[in-house]
């Protein structure tokens, strides 16, 4: 037997394997992408943009100053040369498990005074922060600051009365350095 006849003996169950290896491979893999239908690979969250909300919206008058819209709606996502009369500004986020959220937001000028905002319903801050939140709404503010009683009740730190400590150390005596 030559030895191109014993490779492609040797080769033919070498490829069907391989072939029957590649199709396996995909019926593996589950519709909800995960790995063997146990490892669910880690998504990140994907947040672009200004969130840009009812109470934000509420402060803008026409004719403010680019300055003061920039400084209660923040620098806009998309300024262009070519208009340069428009800011947009684009809020977007993805996680996983939530549908994703996109908001648009049009500021166009006259100069340097706005003339109108372009902004579709948007949520209020609340209504933004619950359709975000990754915890079940329970309807509950959290407590993010302890009341003054509450301050009150707070043991004290105790004092120290130690006596102050001298610093150790080799003692130097440096000449002057400037001649007197």
Request: glycine share 6%; with cysteine.
């Amino acid at each position: 037997m030559t030895p191109l006849n014993s490779a492609r003996r040797l080769g033919s169950p070498f490829l069907l394997f391989a072939l029957l290896a590649l199709g396996a491979c995909s019926s593996l893999q589950s519709s909800d992408s995960n790995f063997l239908g146990v490892i669910t690979p880690y998504r990140i969250d994907i947040v672009q943009g200004n969130v840009v909300t009812q109470e934000q919206v509420a402060q803008i008058k026409p004719g403010m100053t680019r300055d003061q819209v920039r400084d209660i709606l923040g620098s806009p996502m998309l300024t262009d040369i070519f208009h340069a009369d428009r800011w947009d500004y684009v809020f977007t986020i993805k996680r996983p498990g939530t549908e994703p959220q996109r908001r648009s937001v049009i500021a166009t000028f006259e100069g340097n005074a706005l003339k109108k905002l372009d902004a579709p319903a948007l949520p209020s801050e609340r209504d933004f922060v619950a359709s975000i939140s990754r915890t079940k709404a329970t309807g509950k503010t959290p407590v993010l600051e302890l009341t003054d009683a509450q301050k009150s009740a707070l043991p004290r730190p105790a004092r120290s009365e130690a006596p102050p400590v001298e610093p150790a150390g080799a003692v130097r005596s440096y000449p002057p350095l400037e001649p007197s």
